[in-house]
């Protein structure tokens, strides 16, 4: 059973960046569609940015210029770099990697980033 791992969540004060990492527990097939999720206390889960393999991300208006999804080389960690963080944009993080091909769909269990001065 594949699980992905996110890390690199924190305390950051507002106009600080972070820069959260998610990588499987064993190797899976690169070419998937990787994307972030954030859940806040009281609200629903909503959709950060999309990176599908090889091609041009997509965001969330609230993170565009803000926000950056990419992976690394070995194709085997998806990163997500987040800027000019707000206290709006505190909530739990969450890794999703989708292999549509093999109908495989793999969740994190989150990692937690607090904007707060």
């Known amino acids: 059973q594949v699980h992905l791992v996110e890390s690199g969540g924190g305390l950051v004060q507002p106009g600080g960046s972070l820069r959260l990492s998610c990588a499987p527990s064993r190797s899976i097939f690169s070419v998937n569609i990787a994307s972030w999720y954030r859940q806040a206390p009281g609200k629903e889960r909503e959709l950060v940015g999309t990176?599908?393999?090889?091609?041009?991300?997509t965001y969330a208006d609230f993170a565009k210029d803000r926000f950056t999804i990419s992976r690394n080389k070995a194709l085997d960690t998806v990163f997500l770099q987040m800027n000019d963080l707000r206290s709006e944009d505190t909530a739990r993080y969450y890794c999703n990697i989708r292999i549509p091909s093999r109908g495989l769909d793999y969740w994190g269990e989150g990692t937690l980033v607090t904007v707060s001065s």
């Open positions: 990176a599908p393999f090889r091609e041009t991300a």
